[in-house]
């Protein structure tokens, strides 16, 4: 079993369906066994992935619906998701800070925030976890950090 800290990017795979889509629905297929744990914000950016594609008429209104009914399913039955609040907020402008001092970049707000709520869930659970994005920059920061990480985007 293995414990997955998935920022929205990644999760957003699992609906949508795009590079590393397959990887992301064969480890968070609930007969893995693997625990899923993302940011509270991912109930707010996973919908606004999905208005997105429709917008853009890449997926029509049922599909719309019927995805984004799935999502809020596996967030309220499959996934654990990290409060945000306060606290989390300014251990997120430290990470900034410390990144663009320690290792010469910033980190996006958002990013920022995700890497915090995967901190935090190192520190809850006293256990390994496995930070997993498509963001680049943002897996550098995990692994600074002392995240192992994985990207789906490199399993086509």
Not at 20 to 40: K, Q
Not at 41 to 52: C, G, H, M
Not at 79 to 101: C, G, N, P, S
């Amino acid at each position: 079993m293995t414990v997955y800290f998935v920022d929205s990017s990644a999760i957003a795979k699992r609906y949508i369906t795009e590079i590393g889509s397959r990887w992301i629905r064969r480890e968070f297929d609930p007969t893995m066994g693997n625990s899923i744990i993302v940011s509270e914000l991912a109930s707010v950016e996973i919908r606004k992935v999905l208005i997105q594609h429709y917008v853009d008429r890449r997926i029509g209104i049922r599909d719309t619906v019927r995805l984004r009914n799935d999502f809020l399913l596996h967030l309220r039955d499959e996934y654990f998701a990290i409060t945000v609040d306060i606290h989390l907020l300014e251990q997120a402008a430290q990470l900034m800070r410390k990144h663009a001092l320690l290792h010469a970049y910033v980190l996006r707000s958002m990013d920022a925030i995700q890497l915090a709520c995967a901190v935090e869930a190192v520190s809850s659970l006293q256990t390994l976890i496995v930070f997993v994005s498509g963001d680049q920059r943002l897996l550098k920061a995990a692994a600074n950090e002392g995240f192992q990480s994985e990207n789906p985007e490199h399993y086509p």
